[in-house]
């Protein structure tokens, strides 16, 4: 008999929704999303309305709080991507950055929620030698609770993203369950990746189409003529579940948001024009896409308590501007019903600092994988 029963998941430091959407697709049912960044939790309140959504700050969270928030009752899978600007290879490099501590508060989290399956990620300088202990200390927190995977690396670009985005990811099954042998696929995925072409070429330039306002976001038609590739296709398909309902009827009509314009001096547009395809503009360092190429890694700068940083956006492949909130969204791998923000900055900061949910759905649908096969066990 087919169980009907649709697995549930707690998605800590959840942002704007990446790990969430990933969750989803794959078949989760969601319960409780928490976040301490109202402005990086914004589009998740629109774009998931059936989720339990609290602004709260994880390091906090105790057993109480999760006998209001959810009863008492244990997720079948906990995701999280704990702040990482500690680790982080680009920038000062801090291990005593409090917020590596939230390292520590995600297994903390694990140990009360209890689990089937949980999935912690975050950058590549967490296994750096002077980060490294941090880790460990935390799983230590788990102890022989949980058989774990990893930590091991992964490239969203393998998943069949069109964005290069290395992360590190533990994987963890409670250990009197057992785990299905799908360990080989979810440490070496093999998917082909997406060219910049393949998932942006058919979107509207901000050159050249006019803007329509509704619900406080910009509403664009798309590129007249263009042949959408089978990656933008997926993106443009309409979900029964998730995604607000005002921007599924717009896309339903033809329309897509994010398509605003960043304003440019004429300096900046001549240095842009003369930087080629797959180089990098040398004053702005900003690097500029090729059709045929992969976008590497998209950051998110900083809010306002570390100065309001903006972060390098890729250089359009063949217009002179840098690319557009939805082009960002395209190359990460967040379908074009999701919305962000009605401003350009908060938008690239929640895309930045999102797991690609197209990685995300990868490992997320190995998981479901295994969680079906336990059920019927």
């Known amino acids: 008999m087919i169980s009907l029963y649709r697995p549930t998941f ?64 244990s997720p079948d899978l906990v995701v999280g991507g704990p702040p990482c600007q500690g680790f982080s290879r680009i920038g000062k490099r801090q291990p005593e950055d409090p917020r590596n501590s939230l390292i520590a508060h995600f ?58 985005r290395k992360r590190i990811l533990v994987i963890g099954c409670r250990a009197d369950l057992s785990m299905p042998q799908i ?40 590129k007249p003529g263009a042949q959408p590739s089978k990656y933008a296709r997926g993106l443009k398909k309409v ?62 700068g900083t809010g306002s308590d570390k100065g309001s940083f903006q972060a390098m956006r890729p250089i359009h492949p063949s217009e002179p501007r840098v690319i557009t909130v939805r082009e960002a969204a395209r190359l990460q791998g967040f379908p074009d019903w999701f919305v962000f923000h009605p401003t350009i900055w908060h938008s690239f900061r929640m895309i930045g600092n999102s797991v690609s949910p197209i990685m995300a759905q990868y490992v997320l649908g190995l998981l479901k994988e295994a969680f079906d096969l336990e059920s019927a066990a």
């Open 239 to 300: 979900s029964s579940e998730v995604g607000a309902k005002f921007a599924k009827q717009m896309l339903r009509s033809g329309l897509v948001s994010g398509v605003m314009r960043t304003k440019h001096t004429n300096s900046v547009v001549d240095r842009f024009l003369q930087t080629p395809p797959g180089a990098v503009e040398e004053v702005s360092r900003y690097p500029r896409l090729s059709w045929d190429g992969h976008c590497p890694t998209l950051r998110a």
């Open 107 to 164: 297994f903390r989290q694990i140990v009360i929620l209890d689990p089937k399956f949980f999935v912690m990620e975050n950058v590549e300088g967490i296994l750096d030698s002077r980060n490294k202990y941090i880790l460990d200390e935390a799983l230590g927190l788990i102890g022989s609770r949980y058989n774990v995977i990893g930590p091991f690396k992964i490239n969203a670009l393998d998943c069949g993203a069109a964005t290069s």
């Open 10 to 73: 707690v998605d800590l430091f959840s942002g704007c929704g990446g790990f969430g959407l990933g969750a989803a697709l794959s078949g989760f049912r969601n319960i409780a999303s928490i976040d301490i960044d109202e402005n990086l939790q914004y589009s998740y309140k629109l774009n998931f309305p059936l989720a339990s959504v609290h602004i709260a700050d994880v390091s906090k969270l105790d057993s109480d709080f999760w006998s209001a928030a959810i009863g008492n009752v």
């Open 183 to 222: 360990e080989a696929r979810l440490t070496a995925p093999k998917l082909k990746p997406v060219t910049v072409a393949e998932a942006i070429s058919d979107l509207p330039s901000p050159v050249h189409n006019a803007e329509i306002t509704a619900s406080e976001y910009d509403w664009w038609n798309y």
